[in-house]
């Protein structure tokens, strides 16, 4: 039975409806299988930052970011769907010496490859911030950075790709998948049997569980993060805040808080994040979560204590080992990629998955992605 | 009005800008409708006019805000003395 | 989990089904802790006025001085927004105004949350002088001031003649009683010999005399079709729910009285199993005999497991108080649980047979709107953004949510989360039982950022 389509992307987030889009543009004829909402998992949980200024230094990730937020200063009108993509600042708060130190190294760094970064003193933060509580900070990082609605963005992606020919199918789960000889057969559904031609596991913090269908692993690891939103707040906030001792706070706990929060065009703001160590995926948010980060965000922000919590949510949230995406053809498999647990996902993908969706047919992308190979693995192994 | 007792605490309120006599427990809701309110609060989107509509706490859309900036809903908080009440609109004959 | 009681049940809710359940537990002996966010206990069938000089209702009095005089605890004016379950027990999360404990624990809960009425969308609906038949009743009869002067009722049952009669009594000038249910020729033998039996019977058919009295016209089988005017309601426009035999009325209020749904929220919010079941107002738990839901140590009692009036949530609150009990290790004895049983099968039949009589109009028919009909209040989504995402592809109450903000404001959607999947019902074809609703996550209601902190002053990361 020859394949009806070239492509099947698992997983309807972000990082699957962009690469299908850029697929349906090269005339792919290409399938995307989501098993809930459109981007209904991580997707729809994130603050719908395009970070510059807090991802890794190379010279990969620079040039993804650069790109990517040139390419999404138009792609609403690219992709025919409006999703609030705005700029903003951001101020990445810095609460220690040491880290003052590294940050301003990465500013230098960032500066020099064109995400302008400075360095703000304590006295400069308060002016330019004087609602927040400086007390503890020696000051901040500085930079321009994107916000977006997550969920339109993914909309925009899934009905430009319909428009191009991908049939994006949600409430659609893999229930199984036949693989022999290093090539996937086929890709099951509870309605349907598809003869593979590119396979694409996309599913974030599901990769695991799908790859385990054929007996395949990737360090894919995710963590449980919580965040909430509030009503629209009254007060004149407008940057995106964050924590520069972000991983500090959380690496290697069961359970933490690093605050910080982005404001959204009614004045809501999207607060983040309490994360815990899982096993287990699972959704919603917790008391302790939503404690957690009203705590924090009251000693930075103490005029914010009137405002009311609205709604709160959680998702598992993808990482690797070395905190760099796995992007590229699993080792040993004829045709089989994964592409996700991107850190600074928003920002990178506009590029990154244009260059994914030509790598899948054939096309060299144009920067060597072997940093991102899920290969990474076998050969540290 | 129907079930009223002869002689009634009443205690000192302030309803934008003006100082009234509230039954003693009323609730916010019933005080502003006896004086003539038909809109306490507007819509968030579009500004437009909505008045008490649940009546019971659910749907937020009898929203006043008190002197010390608190929002509570008018159809299920009773007044108290020296409430300072303030409704997104001016009374209504 | 910090010092504090550890109450053997928390009741969640002060109405007749949570006051008879802590009354059961004060009596076998157990501690309980009733939490209500009102300021008075009564819950919504008992309601108790604020106003001082109110004198006390006879509805319920006694249950209510019972729960006033038993050992128990008692917090009112507190709002749950958050449960954790632990290895054995829960802890209850809670915001009050005028301070103390933020975190309670008990062994078991009883979850008696009670019901809201039901909205209804149409043209006009958003106007001021629209409002839900139980905010009128609560304002005319529990705090004596009249919410219109010239008020039409749209909806269907016997709440509709008990607040036609307090407005008459207050002075108002009802316009017409519209009830969406034909007249119930086959059902008035039945509806009669029931007057006899069940204190709201008596009062519904009670209030005919005052309606009849009046002159108030009473028009069957129609609903409000549309409300007009400019700074609030106007004009108001019934008709057949096929848009014709239209009538018009001039008013000032209109008070929809559709009926209720349940307030499941705390329940869905903690996991327990629901179902949808339409004449019992929506998604109401899965439970047992004792009113246990799925999860153990969690029990439902009243109209937020379904509606089914007050005597019922009498009922269901001494069994789930007796479920509880049994789950704490105390026994009742079997043959006061076989009499209870009788009695709540007998109360459950005519609550059903009610609901028969006049059911919820719009399982069976679409709502009267149009595309630039509000459907979402708060965030002013219209029919109309809701049938063009459908169409684009959107066919849960998730992805309407997500991509046009229905449900997103400041009621959380329980104003709008069941007309949103009536639509999606009607615009994909899909029934309504099959619509799942979005996941419910802490605050249950919106809590200032001060309030849902807990007691310590710092909220440390642990290892």
Redesign the interface.
Known sequence: MSPTYDVIIIGGGMIGLSTAYHLARRGARTVLLEAGELGGGTSAACSGRAQTIEGHLDPLNLYLVRAGLERLSTLEDELGHAFSWRMVGYFCLIPSPHLWDTWTQRARILSENGIPTVMVDREELQRAEPLLNTAGLLGAAYGQEGLLNPFHFCWAYAQAARRLGADIRAGTPVVGMKAAGGRVISVETPAERFSAGQVMVAAGAWTPKLLAMIGETVPIHFTHAEAFITERASLALRNTIGMADFYEQIHGKQRAVSVGFAVEPDGALLVTEAVTRTDTIRRGCSVWGVAGMAAHLLALYPGLRKVRVLRGWGVPTAFTPDDEPVVGPMPGWENLFVYGACLETIPTIPVLSDWVAGMMLGEEPPMDLSLYSPARFARAA | ?????GI??TVRVVVDGCEVEA?????I???L??LGY??FSR????G??????????????C?VTLGD???VRA??T?VEPGMVIRTDQAK?A | MGGGTRWDTIVIGAGPAGMSAALELARLGLSALVIDSAPLPGGQYFKQSTLRAKPPSEEGRSLIAAFARAELGRLMDTQVWGITPEPDGFEVAVYRKSGGERRLWARTLIIATGAYDRPVPFPGWDLPGVMMAGGALTMIKHQGVLPGRRVLLCGTGPLQWVLARHLLEGGAQVVGIVDAAPFPWKALRRLTALMGQGERMREGLGAWAAILRAGVPVHWGKIILRAEGADGVEKAVIGRPDGTSTRSFAVDTVCLGYGFQPFNHLARMIGCEHRYVAPLGGWVPLRDDWCETTLSGVFVAGDAAGIQGKDVALLEGRLAGWGAARRLGVDVADDQVKALGAQLRRQRVMAQFLSYVFPYPFDSVPFPVEDDTILCRCEEVRVGDVRRIVREGASTLRMVRMLTRAGMGLCQGRTCADLVCHLLAQETGTPVADIAGPRISPPLFPIPLHGVIGEEAHVRSEN
Do not use: I
């Not at chain 2, 009005?1 to 007792?5: K, T």
């Open positions: 009005m129907g079930g009223s007792v009634t605490d039954p003693a427990g009323q609730t809701a019933a005080l409708v006896s038909r809109s819509s968030k989107v579009s437009s006019r909505r008045g008490l509509f649940c009546g019971q706490g659910v749907c937020f859309e929203e900036g608190e929002k159809c299920v009773p209504e």
